[in-house]
């Protein structure tokens, strides 16, 4: 059962029960009020029927009412109404009563003063039509009124129930492959926060596909090379094993090309572990200065191989972020200015500290990047022609993927040194405590 018809019978069966529970109170406070007024007005007849000059008239003196009376006097009938009997109407002998007589249940009125007896009854069943019928006029508009009532609100479900309706639509013609947004034009608060947890939904979704596409394409790409060419050298070393003759060259050229592979399956598989899911849930405060150490520490040998000299210029200052992901981002920034800024170089590391942010900047003395290949260093698998290092090209596409993932900025330009300058600005925490250390 859809909504829209569940509401609609709640509703009317609601206002119908309603209704009727109203008439019933309503009967019955009616017929205890009629009932009032009926004894009020018995009594006062009763009284004037007393004092009227008429109480010694002869038996054959009858007057029309609506009530049936009686008037005796000394035990011998004086007055009576054409709808009485001959005989006493009731035993009672004051007040309310109910009595019987003529096939009919009376209310009987019974006044006596001195030797006048005045016995004045109204017929039950004219009392209970009287309640009938002001209930009957009271309850009558109500019953004509619920089917005006019912198309009313059948509008007023079907009007607020439109954005439902109009998500509903959407939702049922979505395809597995349509994670498009959805729109309710006519929005409702209630439904806001649905629309955007779905919209949030179906664009996690569609990041979570072009994720995967974007793994199976880079592992595509980048790993053909490398398995090509461990094939070459494995063929190249079978050779050399059958003639005999294999030399310290074809360990190390198997052992590069092993190496190669390993780094860019690793670089893979940072670019798709950094997702925005796990980074938020993996959000830490984090010693920026202590955090720059270690990753400078995990380099050191290659930069003494490379005869290169490393400086770290910060102060302890606190950031909130992931820790892998910012331990890459810097592993990858020190890897880069150790690999292509040549031998005998300079590397240097300097953190400031703002207000709001902090700036990290990587330079070295190397030959750097053309200005024009600036922006294209951050594509993924781009590679510089000047550069005869072998690498994957994922680098600073990781690097920039992380820094967005940090809400933060990065830029590249032209060292004072001479080689690249990498600049990049992340948010601090708000901690007082953290800050003040």
């Known amino acids: 059962m859809s909504i829209q018809r569940y509401l609609l019978i709640v509703i009317l069966s609601v206002v119908t029960l309603a209704s009727f529970g109203a008439a019933l109170q309503g009967y019955k406070a009616s017929k205890t009020k009629l009932n009032q007024v009926f004894d009020e007005e018995m009594r006062s007849f009763a009284i004037a029927l007393l004092h009227s000059p008429i109480k010694e008239a002869s038996t054959n003196v009858v007057?029309?009412?609506?009530?049936?009376?009686?008037?005796?006097?000394?035990?011998?009938?004086?007055?009576?109404?054409?709808?009485?009997?001959?005989?006493?109407?009731?035993?009672?002998?004051?007040?309310?009563?109910?009595?019987?007589?003529?096939?009919?249940?009376w209310r009987v009125f019974v006044l006596v003063e001195n030797e006048i007896k005045v016995i004045v009854a109204h017929p039950l069943k004219q009392r209970f039509e009287s309640v009938e019928q002001v209930l009957l006029e009271a309850i009558l508009p109500i019953v004509y009124a619920i089917p005006l009532i019912g198309l009313l609100v059948f509008f007023a479900i079907k009007r607020s129930l439109k954005p439902l309706t109009l998500l509903s639509n959407q939702l049922t013609k979505k395809g597995a492959r349509d994670l498009t947004p959805i729109t309710v034009k006519e929005n409702s608060e209630e439904l806001k926060p649905i629309e955007q947890t779905l919209n949030n939904l179906l664009e996690r979704l569609n990041d979570a596909f072009e994720r995967e596409k974007r793994l199976s394409g880079d592992a595509a790409h980048e790993l053909r090379t490398p398995i090509s060419v461990l094939k070459i050298t494995a063929h190249n070393l079978m050779i050399a094993f059958e003639s005999n003759r294999i030399e310290r060259h074809h360990i190390d050229e198997l052992n590069e090309n092993t190496v190669r592979m390993a780094h860019v399956i690793e670089q893979i598989i940072a670019l798709n572990r950094t997702t925005p899911e796990n980074f938020e849930q993996n959000k830490v405060e984090l010693d920026l200065r202590a955090l720059l150490q270690d990753v400078i520490s995990d380099n050191f040998e290659k930069i003494e191989q490379s005869q290169q000299t490393i400086s770290l210029n910060a102060k302890p200052v606190h950031i909130l972020g992931d820790k892998f992901s910012l331990e890459i981002l810097f592993d990858n920034l020190i890897k880069n200015a150790n690999?292509?800024?040549?031998?005998?170089?300079?590397?240097?590391?300097?953190?400031?500290?703002?207000?709001?942010n902090v700036q990290v900047v990587v330079?070295?003395?190397?030959?750097?990047?053309?200005?024009?290949?600036?922006?294209?260093?951050?594509?993924?698998?781009?590679?510089?022609?000047?550069?005869?290092?072998?690498?994957?090209?994922?680098?600073?596409s990781i690097v920039k993927h992380i820094v967005d993932l940090h809400n933060g900025q990065i830029q590249l330009m032209t060292s004072e040194l001479g080689g690249l300058k990498v600049v990049i600005n992340l948010a601090k925490t708000n901690t007082v405590a953290l800050n003040n250390d």
Do not use: C, M
């Not at 008037?71 to 054409?82: C, R, T």
């Not at 690999?339 to 709001?356: A, M, P, R």
């Not at 190397?366 to 680098?395: C, D, M, N, W």
């Open 63 to 105: 007057l029309h009412s609506v009530f049936a009376y009686q008037i005796w006097l000394k035990d011998k009938l004086g007055l009576k109404s054409d709808n009485s009997p001959e005989v006493i109407i009731t035993n009672t002998t004051r007040g309310f009563s109910d009595s019987s007589f003529l096939g009919e249940r």
């Open 339 to 356: 690999k292509y800024s040549g031998k005998k170089t300079n590397i240097l590391i300097f953190v400031e500290d703002h207000v709001d």
């Open 363 to 396: 330079e070295d003395s190397g030959a750097g990047i053309p200005s024009e290949q600036l922006e294209k260093v951050f594509h993924r698998f781009y590679r510089g022609k000047q550069h005869t290092e072998t690498g994957s090209g994922l680098g600073l």
